[in-house]
Nanobody
Framework: QVQLVESGGGLVQAGGSLTLSCAAS????????MGWFRKAPGKEREFVAA????????YYADSVKGRFTISRDNAKNTVYLQMNTLKPEDTAVYYC????????????????????WGQGTQVAVSS
């Protein structure tokens, strides 16, 4: 059974750092690009970052560029999101997702184009 399990969320003060992990199972992890999305209350799910199957390409939303870093360890079937210089507006539930054929780059920020989703982990940034 396909599973994506996020962890590492929590409460952090503005300016602080947090690293999220997403452990994947039930599919060939190294054949999929991976993405992070987030959903704040009252807002639609939005793209945060993505990484190609081998980590060779990364993509970031403008709102997090320079602050967040996505990475993956295919030996551990895990994708990470390192979040630095956190802001209150980063508060959201963060979801990891898997996408076949990530080379269709126009589809990368579109949630409906992803094949598998985790349940999400809450990140709260206090001011």
């Amino acid at each position: 059974q396909v599973q994506l399990v996020e962890s590492g969320g929590g409460l952090v003060q503005a300016g602080g750092s947090l690293t999220l992990s997403c452990a994947a199972s039930g599919f060939t992890f190294s054949s999929y690009g991976m993405g992070w999305f987030r959903k704040a209350p009252g807002k639609e799910r939005e793209f945060v970052a993505a990484i190609s199957w081998n980590g060779g390409s990364t993509y970031y939303a403008d709102s997090v560029k320079g602050r967040f870093t996505i990475s993956r360890d295919n030996a551990k079937n895990t994708v990470y999101l390192q979040m630095n210089t956190l802001k209150p507006e980063d508060t959201a539930v963060y979801y990891c997702a898997a996408k076949q054929r990530m080379y269709y780059t126009d589809d990368i920020p579109i949630p409906s184009k992803y094949d598998y989703w985790g349940q999400g982990t809450q990140v709260a940034v206090s001011s």
